[in-house]
């Protein structure tokens, strides 16, 4: 082997112990990253917000059997909890809307976008209306049905996205599923009071929340 043949496999030697310490230096850089999210993850742990529906006061509920659709007008109370003392949470999206069965029975009402900061409590009265919604023929006549018995089980659902806040450090989005039963009572059975031309019913329910 001559000098010059040397000197080549030497550099070629040093060119692959500095890539090697690059790569080391870069996947040490991206542990310690990691590490901290994780470490900062098990410190603050965020819990997932309170939800409970309060109210609901119902202007118009009514069952067409023939042409099997429904019309719904009412306002929701609903109240949000961060339970987080040191995280505060940004609502980027919140759609609310109302199902029977599963099924939708009114428009989606969208809240505008807020931030909720440490242990505090937001409160939102959106309207939801759903004028002559089809639905399944069998769920019509279930609802008539529950209605002649004097209860229907009506779910105010709200879905979005949500991002933690932490300093000045905010998440990425995280989807958001939030589910409330309200018992809605007819006839005999009626549990509500008059407000002027609606009928309000406390309920104070609270709410499954996914995130």
Not at 126 to 141: C, N, R
Not at 147 to 157: D, M, P, R, S, Y
Request: with cysteine; proline share 5%; hydrophobic share 40%.
């Amino acid at each position: 082997m001559t000098a010059k043949e040397d000197c080549g496999h030497h550099l070629d030697d040093e060119r692959r112990k500095f890539y090697r310490l690059i790569m080391a230096a870069i996947l040490s850089v991206i542990f310690i990253i990691l590490f901290v999210i994780l470490l900062i993850y098990l410190i603050l742990r965020p819990s997932k917000p309170n939800f409970t529906l309060q109210d609901v006061t119902l202007y118009a509920f009514n069952i067409s059997t023939a042409a099997t659709t429904v019309t719904s007008n009412l306002q929701i109370t609903i109240s949000s909890r961060n339970p987080n003392a040191r995280i505060g949470i940004f609502y980027e999206k919140l759609d609310v809307y109302a199902t029977y069965r599963s099924q939708q029975i009114t428009l989606p009402t969208q809240i505008p976008p807020s931030y909720q900061g440490h242990k505090d409590i937001t409160v939102w009265s959106p309207y939801l209306y759903g004028t002559d919604v089809p639905v399944a023929p069998y769920l019509v006549m279930s609802l008539a049905q529950d209605e002649t018995a004097g209860t229907v089980l009506v779910n105010v659902k709200a879905t979005g996205r949500v991002r933690w806040k932490v300093g000045t450090f905010v998440s990425g989005g995280y989807r958001l599923n939030v589910n409330c039963p309200a018992y809605i009572t007819f006839g005999n059975k009626n549990a509500g009071y008059a407000v002027g031309p609606a009928v309000k019913y406390q309920l104070v329910e609270g709410c499954t929340v996914d995130v």
